[in-house]
């Protein structure tokens, strides 16, 4: 069975802090995809980033950053120099690549980023 | 482009009611997935159709159900409600394909069972 883990419930920094949220999955699966999803206020999910199990190589978008290692099966999202607009709820999910649809997330991450 | 639509946005149900809600996708996706948001279990998969058809499941009672329309809208159906039903629900569309496929998500219904 799939399974992903978020550690961290809640995480608190002031702005301008660097934040890493982390995300540990589990699969039996050879090929698969891991994404991570912000959730604002106002409750839609919004895509940040997709990763398949293929490719190992780290992201760079502006302040944001994802590392994917998967000896550890950890894919964690890194915000540099975080701002207050950061604050929302951070999903990591995982799906395999024939029910592309069907995400397992985990349970989420509030991070809340204090002026 | 106008994003995924879901109506209404607030439901208050009381207990043994039944409940429809809606969702319409972008313009062109044909797949539609629903999700349930509790603060106990998290975000956990309902159902997906695809071409009307439903095409893959979560591990819900048969009190949720769903259908979905040929323009791609879809309704999700939740009958003999109960308390532990209250929840955000949120439907996403895409084009249906597989591999990894990004998904666009609506702002939900926020369901209340009292």
């Known amino acids: 069975a799939q399974k992903v883990t978020q550690a961290q419930t809640e995480i608190s920094v002031v702005e301008k802090e660097d934040v890493t949220l982390d995300c540990v999955y589990e699969t039996r699966d050879t090929t698969y995809y891991l994404f991570w999803y912000k959730q604002p206020p106002s409750g839609e999910l919004v895509f940040l980033i997709r990763?398949?199990?293929?490719?190992?190589q780290n992201e760079i978008s502006g302040r944001y950053s994802w590392n994917f290692q998967k000896s550890t099966s950890s894919f964690n999202f890194t915000i540099t120099a975080s701002q207050v607009v950061d604050s929302a709820v951070y999903f990591c999910a995982l799906s395999e690549a024939r029910r592309a649809q069907k995400l397992v997330f985990g349970q989420g991450t509030r991070l809340t980023i204090n002026p | 482009k106008a994003g995924v639509t879901q109506t209404p946005r607030y439901l208050i149900k009381t207990r043994g009611q039944q409940v429809t809600l809606s969702c319409s996708p972008i313009?062109?996706?044909?797949?539609v997935s629903w999700y349930q948001q509790t603060p106990g279990q998290g975000l956990q998969f309902l159902f997906e159709y695809f071409s009307e058809t439903q095409r893959n499941k979560g591990n819900f009672p048969g009190r949720f159900s769903g259908r979905q329309f040929s323009n791609s809208r879809s309704e999700m159906n939740v009958s003999t409600l109960e308390l532990g039903d209250s929840a955000l629900y949120l439907c996403a569309s895409s084009s249906g394909g597989s591999g990894g496929e990004k998904l666009f998500f609506g702002s939900g219904t926020q369901l209340s069972v009292l």
């Open positions: 990763r398949n199990s293929f490719d190992e």
């Open positions: 313009s062109g996706h044909r797949s």
